[in-house]
């Protein structure tokens, strides 16, 4: 059972990103997939869910009206579409999957290693 976030890269201010979650070992619209970030010196954050059963989303409120979050189940994989990207937004983001969308990291079951994200003013 394997979470891989990928897509992260070097990016302009105003600029987008796609994010990838793809999952092996197991199915992801069984379960909820949330993204989290973490920047250096700062905590964890929750950024973003999907639900698994009506594809609810949610979003934290510094990114709303900026980034997507979406599945394709045919590809098992959920990405997180970036846009009008901010430098605040530099940080490594990490796919999660659990059974419900969680504020808290400890709710998930599955975590995965992480992809970074760097945007320059």
């Known amino acids: 059972v394997q979470l891989q976030a990928s897509g992260g890269g070097l990016v302009q201010a105003g600029g987008s990103l796609r994010l990838s979650c793809a999952a092996s070992?197991?199915?992801?619209?069984?379960?909820?997939i949330g993204w989290f970030r973490q920047a250096p010196g700062k905590e964890r954050g929750w950024v973003s869910c999907?639900?698994?059963?009506?594809?609810?989303?949610d979003y934290t409120d510094s990114v709303k009206g900026r980034f997507t979050i979406s599945r394709d189940n045919a590809k098992n994989t959920v990405y997180l579409q970036m846009n009008s990207l901010k430098p605040e937004d530099t940080a490594v983001y990490y796919c999660?999957?659990?059974?419900?969308?969680?504020?808290?990291?400890?709710?998930?079951?599955?975590w995965g290693q992480g992809t970074q994200v760097t945007v320059s003013s």
């Open positions: 999907i639900g698994s059963s009506d594809g609810s989303t």
């Open positions: 070992g197991f199915t992801l619209d069984n379960y909820a």
């Open positions: 999660v999957a659990g059974l419900w969308c969680g504020l808290d990291i400890d709710s998930y079951d599955y």
